[in-house]
T-cell receptor
């Protein structure tokens, strides 16, 4: 069964450094999402992306965050200058172009900011 | 976004059928009801989705009454590996708004 894959599984970074989290969505999917989950808390929406542009973003997704689809298979989340409070699991999701299809999630990248 | 309400936690014995209820009083006409399962340190895994009446797949059944203000996820004959957090969401092609979910613990 096709799945969303994310790399790396764990990223440890010094505060203030830039990080790029990578995702390979399911191949025929056209809608892409990033969510995060701080330890012990709810899964929170960050951003959705369609047709090479952001379609919706949350208040969490500030100027430090950016997303990109650099080629036909990858979808990345960049955090420009990491803060301690960025430590979380980051999940990528994708869905089919047809209406009301479910989002399928990867197993996430655990980001630890020191 | 329509809010959902679920019990915080429940225990069940291995081999039993587990029914998890969810209320979504403000569901919109175009919303679907979607359930996810999450294990620790893993991403949410899609279980089942429906609009009305009953939907069944290889892992679960979803019962939705005519007014669509609630739904029940049914897991037949649970095993220890079904211990997880289960999320009920209403979904209209936009962002998913996760609540705290229902922690289901399967006991031997």
């Amino acid at each position: 069964e096709p799945e969303v894959t994310q790399t790396p599984s764990h990223q440890v970074t010094q505060m203030g450094q830039e990080v790029i989290l990578r995702c390979v969505p399911i191949s025929n999917h056209l809608y892409f999402y990033w969510y995060r989950q701080i330890l012990g808390q709810k899964v929170e929406f960050l951003v959705s992306f369609y047709n090479n542009e952001i379609s919706e973003k949350s208040e969490i997704f500030d100027d430090q965050f950016s997303v990109e689809r650099p080629d036909g298979s990858n979808f990345t989340l960049k955090i420009r200058s990491t803060k301690l409070e960025d430590s979380a699991m980051y999940f990528c999701a994708s869905r089919d172009r047809r209406s009301n299809q479910p989002q399928h999630f990867g197993d996430g990248t655990r980001l630890s900011i020191l | 976004l329509a809010k959902t309400t679920q019990p915080i936690s429940m225990d069940s014995y291995e081999g039993q059928e587990v029914n998890i209820t969810c209320s979504h009083n403000n569901i919109a006409t175009n919303d679907y009801i979607t359930w996810y399962q999450q294990f620790p340190s893993q991403g949410p895994r899609f279980i089942i989705q429906g609009y009305k009446t009953k939907v069944t797949n290889e892992v679960a059944s979803l019962f939705i009454p005519a007014d669509r203000k609630s739904s029940t996820l049914s897991l037949p004959r649970v095993s220890l590996s079904d211990t997880a957090v289960y999320y009920c969401l209403v979904y209209g092609n936009n962002r998913l708004a996760f609540g705290k979910g229902n922690q289901v613990v399967v006991i031997p």
